[in-house]
């Protein structure tokens, strides 16, 4: 009976919470305010009613042809499962641009971390249809399809996408898709120094349209790779954005003292200027004042508003050492010094947290996307994922996703 009352008071105030705008609610100190939760949380028990969602911008791939479940592209074992895709289309024409990643193993295991392949399609009617499915190699007769980048050979490596890392158009007009590599050692097996759940650098895959915008060529931007000493995972899942300088990006990866406690858990950050061909060493990432910055090994995203042209980022971050992937709350959104290219602190805004009365002491509030509406309203969608609390079949993802709806300030 105590345990049903409690729910129930929870659940009362999670619609509250939901449904109700005020001026206060989530409000940063530079004008950010989350103005609606909609909470759906994973329910073994099916107690908690859904949340309706509010309608939601596009995404980016909307109104183009479908990416098929299955391609060949070339590879052996064809055809593949195609398990992610990033969609960017062409400034000024009517081409678009499709990566998909493709599978044979799953997508949570090492053999499908090693197994990754990339392949391409492109359309030249504004997505109303694609050409053939091509595996993304690398410009150079040295590059084929069993080494279509210069650190992977098929069958030993791979390049991968995943959860933030969206490709973009750089104001140049080239296409930048931030890629993870694991990589491999001197006799060609895989590198994992630490031993730890696995090991990755970043990199930038940068696509230059052909003439007619009917093809791209790649081009690998350098290769860049952390001490594990500093991350025992390497770098991973990369976030890049141009900054108010053509040609400057901004890289923030993720990191992680998993096997290392007594490391502190950072995100780390690197800048090119030379549009994604060169990269700084990595840094660990601060606030703009330069105090650190602790924040748990997870994906995080970097979005240029359109209603005020400044840069955030949306991200978990501790107030203590976190430990590997945990805890993965607060989710938070904060605005970028672009001079520093430090977290203004008194920007960061609390999008959610761990509810006591519900979510496990695992919940995570990560690998979410991020959503811009023609305003400039940033809309943020995840699946509320509770390894803590399971179904009696081992489910733990909620049926339905939550969605957070957040005011940026006016210019």
Same mark, same amino acid.
């Given at each position: 009976?105590?345990?049903?009352?409690?729910?129930?008071?929870?659940?009362?105030?999670?619609?509250?919470?939901?449904? *109700?705008?005020?001026?206060?609610?989530?409000?940063?100190?530079?004008?950010?305010?989350?103005?609606?939760?909609?909470?759906?949380?994973?329910?073994?028990?099916?107690?908690?009613?859904?949340?309706?969602?509010?309608? =939601?911008?596009?995404?980016?791939?909307?109104?183009?042809?479908?990416?098929?479940?299955?391609?060949?592209?070339?590879?052996?074992?064809?055809?593949?499962?195609?398990?992610?895709?990033?969609?960017?289309?062409?400034?000024?024409?009517?081409?678009? =641009?499709?990566?998909?990643?493709?599978?044979?193993?799953?997508?949570?295991?090492?053999?499908?971390?090693?197994?990754?392949?990339?392949? #391409?399609?492109? *359309? /030249?009617?504004?997505?109303?249809?694609?050409?053939?499915?091509?595996?993304?190699?690398?410009?150079?007769?040295? #590059?084929?399809?069993?080494?279509?980048?210069?650190?992977?050979?098929?069958?030993?490596?791979?390049?991968?996408?995943?959860?933030?890392?969206?490709?973009?158009?750089?104001?140049?007009?080239?296409?930048?898709?931030?890629?993870?590599?694991?990589?491999?050692?001197?006799?060609?097996?895989?590198?994992?120094?630490?031993?730890?759940? &696995?090991?990755?650098? /970043?990199a930038v895959l940068i696509g230059q349209w052909v003439d007619d915008a009917t093809d791209v060529i790649w081009e690998l931007g350098e290769v860049v790779r952390i001490d594990h000493e500093l991350s025992t995972r390497g770098?991973?899942?990369?976030?890049?954005?141009?900054?108010?300088?053509?040609?400057?990006?901004?890289?923030?990866?993720?990191?992680?003292?998993?096997?290392?406690?007594?490391?502190? %858990?950072?995100?780390?950050?690197?800048? *090119?200027?030379?549009?994604? @061909? &060169?990269?700084?060493?990595?840094?660990?990432?601060?606030?703009?004042?330069?105090?650190?910055?602790?924040?748990?090994? /997870?994906?995080?995203? =970097?979005?240029?508003?359109?209603?005020?042209?400044?840069?955030?980022?949306?991200?978990?971050?501790?107030?203590?050492?976190?430990?590997?992937?945990?805890?993965?709350?607060?989710?938070?959104?904060?605005?970028?010094?672009?001079?520093?290219?430090?977290?203004? @602190?008194?920007?960061?805004?609390?999008? +959610?947290? @761990?509810?006591?009365?519900?979510? *496990?002491?695992?919940?995570?509030?990560?690998?979410?996307?991020?959503?811009?509406?023609?305003?400039?309203?940033?809309?943020?969608?995840?699946?509320?994922? +509770?390894? %803590?609390?399971?179904?009696?079949?081992?489910?733990?993802?909620? +049926? @339905?996703?939550?969605? #957070?709806?957040?005011?940026?300030?006016?210019?």
């Amino acid at each position: 009976m105590a345990r049903a009352l409690m729910l129930s008071m929870a659940v009362a105030a999670l619609l509250m919470v939901a449904h *109700s705008v005020t001026a206060d609610d989530g409000g940063g100190g530079e004008g950010l305010r989350v103005v609606g939760r909609y909470v759906n949380y994973f329910d073994p028990q099916g107690e908690i009613p859904d949340v309706e969602l509010p309608e =939601l911008p596009p995404p980016p791939g909307a109104g183009i042809e479908a990416a098929p479940r299955q391609v060949s592209a070339g590879y052996p074992d064809d055809p593949y499962d195609v398990c992610s895709q990033r969609v960017v289309r062409q400034t000024g024409g009517d081409s678009v =641009l499709r990566v998909l990643m493709l599978t044979r193993h799953g997508t949570d295991n090492l053999e499908a971390y090693l197994r990754y392949k990339l392949a #391409y399609q492109v *359309s /030249a009617d504004d997505g109303r249809s694609f050409g053939p499915v091509k595996p993304l190699i690398q410009q150079g007769d040295q #590059y084929d399809l069993m080494h279509p980048l210069e650190p992977v050979r098929v069958g030993k490596n791979c390049a991968m996408i995943s959860s933030g890392m969206l490709m973009i158009e750089a104001s140049n007009g080239e296409i930048m898709l931030p890629i993870m590599i694991p990589p491999l050692d001197e006799n060609g097996e895989y590198y994992n120094p630490a031993g730890a759940f &696995t090991f990755s650098d /970043a990199a930038v895959l940068i696509g230059q349209w052909v003439d007619d915008a009917t093809d791209v060529i790649w081009e690998l931007g350098e290769v860049v790779r952390i001490d594990h000493e500093l991350s025992t995972r390497g770098l991973d899942e990369p976030s890049i954005i141009e900054t108010t300088r053509p040609g400057e990006f901004l890289m923030i990866s993720r990191g992680s003292n998993d096997k290392r406690p007594e490391l502190p %858990g950072r995100k780390w950050i690197c800048t *090119s200027r030379d549009w994604c @061909r &060169t990269w700084t060493q990595p840094q660990a990432w601060t606030y703009s004042d330069g105090t650190p910055l602790y924040s748990p090994s /997870a994906h995080s995203v =970097l979005v240029r508003s359109l209603a005020n042209e400044r840069l955030y980022w949306l991200g978990n971050t501790c107030d203590e050492n976190p430990g590997g992937n945990h805890p993965r709350y607060p989710l938070v959104i904060g605005e970028i010094d672009e001079e520093t290219l430090g977290l203004i @602190r008194d920007t960061v805004t609390v999008i +959610d947290t @761990r509810n006591p009365e519900i979510d *496990s002491e695992i919940v995570q509030l990560s690998n979410f996307e991020v959503r811009q509406d023609e305003d400039g309203r940033l809309y943020v969608i995840l699946y509320r994922i +509770d390894y %803590g609390r399971r179904t009696e079949d081992g489910e733990y993802i909620p +049926d @339905r996703r939550s969605v #957070y709806v957040i005011d940026v300030p006016e210019e």
